[in-house]
């Protein structure tokens, strides 16, 4: 019998081994903690990208130099933030009801159809997520 480690049968209900360890299934979706790289740098603006990452809907957009990444939802009603407008520096407006979500924090920084004196102003956070750039050099030529 060959050493080895058993992983779980196969398909045809026979015991499989590996050499190199037990398989790891429980992150189906990856590493929430560790980084992935989401698009180019190049293509990272002003104009919201939307990005599905690990099962997650996330909204990218690049503020004051720095790339961010909040969830694509907003917090009032749902409606995708990746279909909305950066109209001020750093912040991302829905498109249904015009509210407005700092894009370091995820906090709400105005309601646009309620006006200045907006109740919701400071009480909702859209979920933000860590992002950055992260820049390395192929010595492979395509």
């Known amino acids: 019998m060959a050493s080895g480690i058993v992983v779980g049968p196969?398909?045809?209900?026979?015991?499989?081994?590996?050499?190199?360890?037990?398989?790891?299934?429980?992150?189906?979706?990856?590493?929430?903690?560790?980084?992935?790289?989401?698009?180019?740098?190049?293509?990272?603006?002003?104009?919201?990208?939307?990005?599905?990452?690990l099962g997650d809907n996330l909204v990218f957009v690049r503020a004051h130099g720095q790339a961010h990444a909040l969830f694509d939802r907003c917090a009032h009603r749902g409606m995708v933030l990746s279909a909305g407008q950066c109209l001020a520096e750093g912040t991302i407006t829905c498109p249904y009801h015009g509210w407005t979500f700092d894009v370091v924090d995820g906090r709400c920084v105005a309601a646009l159809t309620d006006g200045p004196e907006s109740s919701v102003v400071g009480k909702l956070t859209s979920w933000n997520a860590p992002a950055g750039t992260k820049h390395w050099e192929s010595s492979h030529r395509l």
């Open 10 to 53: 196969d398909q045809s209900g026979r015991a499989l081994r590996t050499t190199r360890g037990p398989r790891y299934e429980v992150a189906e979706l990856g590493f929430r903690h560790y980084w992935y790289p989401a698009l180019l740098s190049r293509d990272l603006g002003a104009t919201p990208k939307a990005v599905k990452l």
